[in-house]
């Protein structure tokens, strides 16, 4: 694996600081408590650095970052959903991790084409990352409120109580923390770091704890490691708990648990920076992004268990094909200012379709309102 030292010496200090408090008392650090870490400590954590870590000047492109079209075909989406809901009832438009607000700003933009509009609508944004927060809070300001529609920030989902809306999550579960359990002969056991000689080395634990949600798979074959990701099969629970009507909406990389066994027995967890991947996860810790496959066999009995029925799961370049991309894309092409700039989006539009291949899109929506709510 390609590796290199820290750019930044006194950032790395910090992290590993904060790394250190976090361990058990023997010094082991669970890969989850690590990850949590690496990317999300204050001011050193990969995605609380000052500066992005997304699009062409950062580390990697989501589906945002690659074109206008992928925001615009979600707002066609949000548009129906929207279009299909109550017209005397708040609308809430909640993106889970917006990073910067490209996908949220597109979508509001897109909305706006419609004449239905954005009526009733509210969006809120919940971001982890301070630094991120305030440049979506920003973008997405500039594009809603000259059209008169709120723009909210919230710590959780939980602090929304019932509502009704969409709430979209495009690449936040991959950057959910993973735990890395090692089948031993005996059982599973952690994996994770401990800090030696003022760096992080691998780790293995002296056992598992215990795992939340759908049991572990049997008869796995001694050295394989399994990730899975509470916190990803969390956040899909807190919004089946507070979404009383309408879509929750994920975008991500993955596979079936069955897949991540056959295909995967090391493990998917991934280190990319600069935009090449590959990177060892634990060199440069805080400047390496860290994400690994959701597991979306788990990820859809949580949301069953929780109460949600699963509405649509399809490939990316699927759904979005049905929600009008290729629509949208003829009308880009005719208004192209530039042969040059008409090649630039047929690109944009491949990557779109074939480049976000092992991307699903599932779609979700309450069976029942959540008890106290007036949304019957
Ligand atoms: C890979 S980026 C995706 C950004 C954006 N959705 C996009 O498509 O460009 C993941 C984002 O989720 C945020 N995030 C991760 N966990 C979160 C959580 N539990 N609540 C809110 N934001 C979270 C990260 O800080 C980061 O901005």
Redesign the pocket.
């Known amino acids: 694996m390609a590796s290199e030292p820290p750019a930044d010496p006194g950032a790395f200090a910090r992290l590993l600081a904060a790394v250190e408090a976090v361990a058990e008392p023997d010094g082991f650090i669970p890969w989850d408590r690590y990850m949590d870490t690496a990317l999300y400590a204050d001011g050193v954590g990969f ?1 609380a650095r000052p500066y992005s870590p ?1 699009g062409a000047d950062g580390d990697f492109y ?1 589906a ?2 690659v074109h206008p079209l992928f925001a615009a075909t979600i707002g066609e989406w949000v548009a129906e959903v929207h279009r299909t809901s109550p017209r005397d009832r708040p609308f809430h438009l909640v993106e ?4 910067d607000g ?2 949220a700003a597109g979508v509001v933009a897109a909305l706006r084409q419609h004449p239905e509009g954005t009526a009733g609508m509210t969006v809120v944004l ?4 301070a630094p ?1 927060l305030a440049r979506a809070v920003e973008r997405v300001r500039s594009e809603a409120e000259a059209s008169g529609i709120p723009v909210l920030t919230r710590d959780s989902v939980a602090s929304l109580g019932p509502f009704e809306g969409v709430v979209l999550a ?3 579960l991959d ?2 923390p993973v735990r890395r359990l090692l089948r031993r002969r005996n059982g599973w056991v952690e994996l994770g770091v401990r800090i030696h000689a003022g760096g992080l080395v691998p780790a293995e634990g002296p056992g598992a704890r215990p795992v939340p949600g759908s049991p572990l798979p049997a008869g796995v074959a001694e050295g394989t490691v399994f990730e899975v990701s509470p916190r990803a099969e969390a ?1 899909v629970r807190e919004v089946a708990d507070h979404l009383v009507r309408g879509r929750l909406l994920v975008d991500d990389y993955g596979m079936e648990e069955s897949e991540l066994l056959a295909a995967h027995p090391d493990g998917t967890l991934a280190g990319v920076r600069a935009h090449r991947s590959g990177w060892d996860p634990l060199e440069a810790a805080g400047e390496t992004d860290l994400s690994a496959f959701v597991n979306f066999s788990r990820l859809r009995a949580a949301a069953h268990a929780a109460g949600l029925r699963l509405v649509s799961d399809r490939r990316q370049a699927e759904a979005l094909g049905e929600w009008g991309f290729p629509r949208l894309l003829d009308a880009a092409v005719r208004t192209a200012s530039s042969p040059e700039a008409e090649v630039r989006l047929r690109l944009a539009a491949k990557s779109l379709s074939f480049g976000f291949e092992r991307f699903r899109i599932l779609e979700w929506e309450p069976t029942s309102p959540a008890p106290g709510s007036d949304a019957t």
């Open positions: 995605y997304l989501t945002a970052h889970l991790g917006p990073g490209r996908l919940i971001e982890r990352s991120l495009n690449e936040l950057a959910q956040v």
